[in-house]
């Protein structure tokens, strides 16, 4: 509604009472502190057509109004005391002991909104100028801007949140890589710092650094404990910087229906010698002697439980019962997306990946029957179909009409099965874990997207 409103088309905004404080604050962030809202007591979503035309009859004069009077600024009222800024350079705690002023720093964190409200390593100025000097960078450097609050990301702004995170010195170059990973536009950061859904981060990690700094790509390698801590911190890190960074704060831009447990922390590193086939950075284009971190944000996680088959036909369609979950945003998704040139363009810019991080068990099974990757893939999409009818019990009819004009023959045919993703590419596989045949299918909200990481000293 900004966009519209900086191209001179006066717009109002619905949004729901519980959604009023977060939208006069995008519209301050987005540069449109005077754009008009119009607030009802409850979200339009799962709401009956009748009820709808209720809510919006008896609130229309607000719609009226913001189109008819003079604009006020939309000011955030005096409740918006989640987060508070200070502009201090040095921030100092004291009591009796040391002690007793780490509780002070905990305390005064967490009510200021800065913690993810586990305890925080204290930044102090030594610990931060370790971090920075490990990335062989200056303090100063701008890695990016970060959303949804536009926040000025300086190596020494994400060294601190490392540091808070637990991170250690040796993590920095995979930290920055993660932060420059994020800011490529097909993630769309913004909007998954700011959606009622579930998204969070998954850190997948591919090359010798990996073994060299300690990441666990075996056993609980998505932790927790002291064998995963490596892991932990460098996951916890990106969510320390999306909220002290890009300003990506809960009940303030961050809306998550209920949340998960992944927004914590996400991680792994590549189980490389339990991996039948290429390196995933290989598989990525990258170098054998390379290392990359990549990003994917899916919606939600499904355990892949099966210790029976070694048979890949069997064990493929155990895989595909998990990608039949038609209750993920993702799946089906291309029934109301365009075709052409504006294909993919929707909130995500591109086509969305199911991350699978494949324990050694399965992939060897499949590894010793003789299927490549690429077949994987390609048997997984075969398998991952569904009736029509089915697929679009939570799909809006418009948005299926407008796109695909050409297939409204389904309604005639609703049993007719339906591939649920456009391609075998729409599967992204990483081997890591230990033994026992228990894989992780995630289901996408984005691109898997790769970022080098960069080691002082090292071209």
Partial sequence: MSLFEKAGIPSVSWTANRFAEDARW???????????????????TNQDPGRIHDMVDANMQQVINALTQQREILTLPPSFDHVVRSSEAHLNYSGKDLLDCFDAMQTEFIKNGWSDGMPLVPPTPEKVAAMVAASGRKADEVVGIYAPGF????????????????????????????????????????????????????????????????????????GPGSISQVNVSIGRTLRLMMMNVGHSYPAVSDMDTIGTSMKFSACVAENEERNPWEPYRVSKGYSKDATIVT?????????????QNHDP??????????????????????????????????????????????????????????WSLRKVKEELFK?????????????PVESFIVAHPELQWLWDNPRTEVSLYPSPESFDIFVVGGDAGRSLYHYGGTLSLSTPVKLPGKK
Avoid at 29 to 39: D, H, L, Q, S, Y
Avoid at 168 to 192: G, I
């Fill in 151 to 222: 926040g000025v990301g300086t190596v020494e702004k994400i060294a601190a949140n490392a540091v808070m995170a637990g991170c250690k010195p040796a993590a920095m170059p995979v930290v920055l890589a993660v932060a420059e990973c994020v800011l490529q536009r097909l993630l769309s950061l913004r909007t998954f710092a700011m959606s009622t859904g579930p998204q969070a981060p998954v850190i997948t990690v591919s090359g010798p650094y990996a073994k060299e700094i300690g990441m666990n790509n075996g056993i609980c390698a998505l």
């Fill in 313 to 370: 036909n069997k064990l493929i369609k155990v895989f595909g019962s998990a990608a039949r979950n038609l209750a993920q945003v993702q799946v089906a998704n291309w029934l109301i997306n365009t075709r052409g040139p504006n294909a993919g363009h929707g909130i995500y810019y591109g086509e969305a990946q199911n991350l699978i991080l494949m324990c050694p068990d399965h992939a060897q099974a499949f590894g010793r029957a003789g």
């Fill in 295 to 307: 990003v994917n944000v899916p919606y939600g996680v499904c355990e892949l439980f099966d210790f």
């Fill in 383 to 395: 398998v991952a179909r569904a009736p029509f009818d089915e697929v679009m019990l939570n799909k």
């Fill in 26 to 44: 995008s519209a301050n962030t987005f540069g449109c502190p005077e754009m008009p809202i119009a607030v009802v007591g409850e979200p339009f």
